[in-house]
């Protein structure tokens, strides 16, 4: 089995899950932790469709996803699929736009494909290891090193309100913009239309799939101590230009601590 084969196997998950969510009319939706987390049945069915065409094919194979998480995850296989079946749930009740869906496939511990499907606009951003970043088949070029003081940059702001961190991006940044969505947000800064999203509480779905797209692009990733990202738990996480990487380094480290 190559990692080619899993390509196709990918993109054709992705179409079902697509028609799955196009062809939902009456969504019915619950609350998870707390009054502003919602799921939806959609969630749910994307969820188990897509777990069970990798476990027909690909039996072996280990699933980390959102709507079937028990806990941290002990031991990983050398195969793991990472899977948001709908990112920016919130979007897709409220608004029925920016949101998508996310999933990441890991070999031997290490990103081998990214995807990331903005269902409303039709943007498929994908990335097999070694050959960079596409959306809908156009290479996407290696962003700008834009600066703090000439970046857009998208940050949590609920979970952020009133530490330094957001004070100082609110001062020496050039501007916030917020989708509630990492697929929006996260696709939005590997084309550098963005120059960082900061995510202070995301489950491995939410960050998966930027782990390769940073790679290819040569942007910053890492938890907010400045460590790897590990696919096994929740984790702050950040995505950004080197440069305003660089310069919101010492603010993170000072967050995980606060
Ligand atoms: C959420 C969105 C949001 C982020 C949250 C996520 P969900 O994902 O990506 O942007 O701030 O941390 O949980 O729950 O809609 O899949
Ligand atoms: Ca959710
Ligand atoms: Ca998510
Ligand atoms: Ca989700």
Redesign the pocket.
């Known amino acids: 089995m190559t990692l080619k084969d899993k390509h196709f196997f990918a993109l054709a998950i992705i179409s079902q899950a697509y028609d799955i969510i196009k062809a939902s009319t009456k969504v019915a939706v619950e609350t998870k932790a707390h009054s502003r987390d919602l799921v939806t049945v959609v969630d749910k069915t994307v969820q188990e469709h897509i777990n069970q065409a990798i476990q027909t094919q690909y039996p072996d194979d280990q699933i980390i996803g ?1 709507e079937n998480w028990t806990g941290k995850v002990d031991r990983l296989t050398d195969h793991v699929w990472v899977i ?1 079946p ?5 979007n897709f009740v409220k608004q029925q736009t920016d949101y998508g869906i996310m999933l990441a496939y890991f070999e031997n511990g290490k990103s081998a494909l990214s995807y990331v499907y903005l269902v409303d606009s039709g943007h498929l951003y994908y990335a097999i290891k070694g050959y960079g970043v596409y959306c809908n088949h156009h290479k996407l070029a290696k962003p700008k090193d834009l600066t703090l003081k000439e970046s857009l940059i998208a940050i ?1 702001i609920r979970e952020n309100f009133n530490t330094s961190l957001l004070e100082t991006i609110v001062n020496k940044a050039f501007d916030i913009r917020y989708y ?3 697929a929006v ?1 996260g696709t939005r800064t590997i084309t550098g239309n963005l120059g960082a999203f900061i ?1 202070p ?3 491995p779905w ?1 960050f998966a799939p930027f782990i390769l797209f940073a790679e290819e692009l040569g942007l910053t990733m890492s938890n907010f101590a400045g460590e790897p990202l590990k696919i096994t738990d929740y984790s702050d996480f950040i995505i950004a230009s080197a440069s305003v990487y660089q310069e919101l380094k010492e603010e993170l480290q000072a967050y995980t601590i606060e």
């Open positions: 959102e948001d709908i990112d920016g749930t919130t949590g509630g969505s990492s947000d995510n509480a995301g489950g939410d």
